[in-house]
């Protein structure tokens, strides 16, 4: 071979080394961050829940169209917890996320709808509500796709998978403007008030869902997730929104956020027939603000 084409091959080779090389080495920080061991989010938040729909005890149902200020007025505990944990290795991670409350929704803003045949109402007839409400969601997270914008800035797409329990109970207070056999209309009689009670309703629904991440700096995220479930395997239909934003201060080791967004969650659920007709068809909205660690 040719001196000149010895350092042909000497240059070729050079470059498919070089080629190699980079193919081989980690990305920029923001990039490789995916791959890193695991990452931790805690957070405690608190939800300014408005409630509209409507809410079926004892085949009795009433309307409800309630704001945030309606139920914390008229609540005689605003006794609530609410937690999200998430847990991320490379691509995938993990879910849970809890919300605990008890509301009381005031007679102007529930109102009897279906009076049963030998029901005879005196007027208009308001109710008071009281829900107690456990829900309980859990899943699996794939970042599907991640695009980068500068250092420290990208944009990342997650599917959801995952379940959502729901065991909720309804009791329903109405003024007796009313005469009727309130005990063969599935009422327990307590002085001047009618009490219908739902018992537990309890179900589980399947969850899907997808959710947009953007970090504008190491600092700033921001996300939105919308999912929907149920399909009739638990209620008939349900669907969820969220949007937030967070700024977090860097510790050694750890990060501390804050964060503040809307919710939406709505479900719809019924079981049972005739004076056994228990269920809930509602959308549960507010702003929501939260105090999470990360690490």
């Given amino acids: 071979m040719t001196g000149d084409g010895k350092r042909r091959s000497v240059a070729v080779a050079g470059i498919v080394i070089s080629l190699l090389t980079g193919a081989l080495q980690p990305a920029a920080a923001e990039e490789a961050s995916p791959g890193d061991g695991w990452r931790f989010n805690a957070t405690t938040y608190a939800w300014f829940t408005s409630m509209s729909g ?28 609410n ?111 009618a009490i219908a009670k739902s018992g537990n309703l309890e179900w589980v629904d399947p969850v899907v869902g997808f959710r947009v991440r953007h970090q504008f700096t190491p600092g700033q995220t921001a996300f939105l997730r919308g999912d929907i479930g149920g399909f009739g395997l638990g209620s008939q239909f349900s669907w969820q929104a969220v949007a937030a934003y967070a700024y977090a201060w860097q510790f050694d080791g750890y990060k501390l956020a804050a964060t503040l967004g809307y919710r939406a969650l709505a479900t719809s659920y019924t079981t049972g027939a005739g004076i056994d007709t228990r269920g809930v068809d509602l959308v549960m909205h507010g702003p929501l603000i939260g105090f999470s660690i990360k690490f």
Avoid: C
């Avoid at 309630?66 to 006794?79: K, V």
């Fill in 54 to 81: 409507n809410a079926t005890a004892r085949g009795q149902t009433f309307d409800v169209h309630a704001g945030f200020f309606d139920i914390i007025n008229n609540s005689s505990s605003i006794a609530a917890f």
């Fill in 83 to 193: 937690g999200y944990f998430e847990a991320n290795k490379g691509r995938v991670g993990f879910y849970a996320d809890l919300v605990w409350s008890n509301l009381g929704v005031p007679r102007s803003a529930a109102r009897y709808r279906n009076p049963l045949p030998g029901l005879d109402v005196n007027g208009i007839v308001n109710a008071q509500l009281s829900f107690t409400m456990t829900i309980v969601e859990a899943g699996g997270i794939y970042e599907v796709s991640r695009w980068s914008h500068s250092p420290g800035s990208f944009t990342a797409a997650d599917a959801l998978l995952g379940f959502r329990y729901w065991n909720n109970s309804v009791t329903e207070n109405l003024d007796t403007g009313i005469t009727a056999d309130l005990y063969n209309l599935g009422f327990e009689r307590s002085r001047d008030i």
